[in-house]
């Protein structure tokens, strides 16, 4: 299985931050990465397909990019509504699996 | 608008079985792969497997396979998720999904609690 690891685990952050999340492969998975966004008790939503591809309705805040084994989600200016768990998704081979996950919490 | 809406939650006891659904409307069953994904309490997301709804062709994580079996019944656009003999560590949340590369759209989820 590819191996996802996400970092920060979590991080503190205010209302206007530029936000960066990393992710890293353990294998190259070329531009095969997705990101999602989990809110408590909420199903996850995604954000980010193939890298840096927004998904249609996702605000122009949150970009992504990267290839081969190393990815970055960024959100420009932190919103209130953007503190939550964000996911990596490598979608280069079964089992796609996913990152640990990085909390973002209001500091 | 795509929806899938899954079976409600349930309370079992170890060694019993369950099947839980999945129904997708809003758009052709057949076109998209429907996967699972489950959520511990507390913890992250686990890809457990994705299925064909068109022809049944599945694949399973190495973790889950022989744990659950995956199928669907496109007659009436539903996909599930089933256990022959529960433990007390299948007690997660249990997402389904659409979508073979990326998960565009998500299920409320199905809480199973497995507990003596």
């Known amino acids: 299985d590819i191996q996802m690891t996400q970092s920060p685990s979590s991080l503190s952050a205010s209302v206007g931050d530029r936000v960066t999340i990393t992710c890293r492969a353990s294998?190259?998975?070329?531009?095969?990465l997705n990101w999602y966004q989990q809110k408590p008790g909420k199903a996850p939503n995604l954000l980010i397909y193939?890298?840096?591809s927004l998904q249609s309705g996702v605000p122009s805040r949150f970009s992504g990019s990267g290839s081969g084994t190393d990815f970055t989600l960024t959100i420009s200016s932190l919103q209130p509504e953007d503190f939550a768990t964000y996911y990596c998704q490598q979608s280069y081979s079964p089992p796609r699996t996913f990152g640990q996950g990085t909390k973002v919490e209001i500091k | 608008e795509v929806q899938l809406v899954q079976s409600g939650a349930e309370v079992k006891k170890p060694g019993e079985s369950l099947k839980i659904s999945c129904k997708g409307s809003?758009?052709?069953?057949?076109?998209?792969?429907i996967g699972w994904v489950r959520q511990m309490p507390g913890k992250g997301l686990e890809w457990m497997g994705i299925?064909?709804?068109?022809?049944?062709?599945?694949r399973y994580s190495p973790s889950f396979q022989g744990q659950v079996t995956i199928s669907a019944d496109k007659s009436i656009s539903t996909a599930y998720l089933q256990w022959s003999s529960l433990k007390a560590a299948d007690t997660a949340m249990y997402y389904c999904?659409?979508?073979?590369?990326?998960?565009?759209?998500w299920g409320q989820g199905t809480l199973v609690t497995v507990s003596s």
């Open positions: 299925i064909n709804p068109g022809d049944s062709e599945s």
């Open positions: 294998q190259t998975i070329s531009s095969y």
């Open positions: 999904a659409r979508g073979a590369v990326r998960f565009d759209s």
């Open positions: 193939a890298a840096s």
């Open positions: 809003g758009y052709s069953f057949t076109s998209y792969w």
